[in-house]
């Protein structure tokens, strides 16, 4: 059930994030989205709803996992979406799996059994299909697009198996509060200072507040994507191996597909069509032969 909430967050926050960048920069969206989810993490802090703890834990494990995520894969992952479409850019962040079994394995030594790297591979094939055929746009722009969008999915990939190494010590409350808390930080920093050298990042914080098309995607990106979906997915992390995690996640990739096609009218390709049911295919059997005894 976690899974399904965080790809369902997670396939449609592209086409939310490229809404808000038609009218205020990258780093700006950014610091709202965040600044609102730690606004609203620590009101339910103060209130008694949520208990967070940090004594005696190993801190810089928890702020390492943030930094890469959502700190350097936000920067990336917003930047590119400048350039690739978004379905497009949630079928690149499917190759995830690829980066999370070789980083688990080195750094958790977690392996995945014979039946599950078939399947994960079963998924890889997949985002070649859609990624290989993909036409249309600037070829350059796309390029450097899918370029941002990989190191984008590495350094979350590392945020992944970082949090499952982690999860002995804290909740997926207190992870997910740290990570939050630790964007708002990092994004809302990197405007202000883009804000002396231009006043008009300034000015792009009145947005929200003049449109409430942008409002509801800010609140979105903040309470649906950065709040309950990293809590779903810090608490996944918790309760299953890292590879299975980023596998299964790639069910955001056919939502985002989906949410492409109805809401921003991108055409459907046949190359996607496929990717999407080879990807489906290959979350069900990581799952399955997970759980099969």
């Known amino acids: 059930m976690a899974g399904m909430i965080v790809a369902l967050f997670f396939g449609i926050s592209f086409l939310m994030t490229q809404t808000g960048l038609r009218q205020m920069p990258a780093m700006v969206l950014l610091s709202y989205r965040f600044g609102i989810a730690a606004l609203f993490m620590t009101a339910m802090r103060l209130c008694n709803i949520i208990h967070i703890d940090y004594k005696d834990k190993p801190m810089k494990g928890i702020i390492a996992l943030s930094v890469f995520y959502p700190g350097i894969s936000f920067c990336f992952e917003t930047v590119a979406l400048y350039y690739v479409p978004s379905s497009q850019a949630g079928i690149v962040v499917s190759i995830s799996p690829i980066f999370v079994t070789i980083f688990a394995l080195l750094i958790l030594r977690e392996k995945p059994k014979t039946i ?30 899918i370029l941002l969008m990989l190191v984008s999915v590495a350094a979350g990939a590392l945020n992944n198996v970082l949090s499952r190494k982690y999860s002995k010590y ?27 050298f231009d006043r008009n990042v300034f000015l792009s914080y009145k947005v929200p507040f003049q449109s409430l098309e942008i409002l509801l995607v800010m609140l979105g990106l903040s309470i649906g994507t950065s709040v309950i979906a990293f809590f779903c997915l810090n608490y996944m992390l918790s309760k299953l191996k890292a590879a299975n995690v980023s ?6 990739t056919v939502i985002s597909i989906a949410a492409g096609v ?31 005894k």
């Open 116 to 145: 599950q790297v078939f399947f994960v591979l079963l998924s890889v094939t997949g985002v070649f299909i859609t990624t290989v055929f993909a036409r249309g746009g600037d070829d350059e722009g796309m390029f450097f697009g």
């Open 170 to 196: 804290f909740t997926s409350v207190e992870i997910t509060y740290m990570m939050i808390c630790l964007g708002a930080v990092i994004f809302t920093g990197i405007s202000l200072i883009q804000g002396v």
């Open 247 to 252: 596998v299964f996640m790639n069910l955001a």
């Open 262 to 292: 109805l809401v921003a009218k991108e055409r459907l390709h046949w190359y996607q069509v496929t990717g999407g049911v080879i990807i489906i295919i290959s979350v069900w059997g990581t799952s399955y032969y997970e759980n099969k």
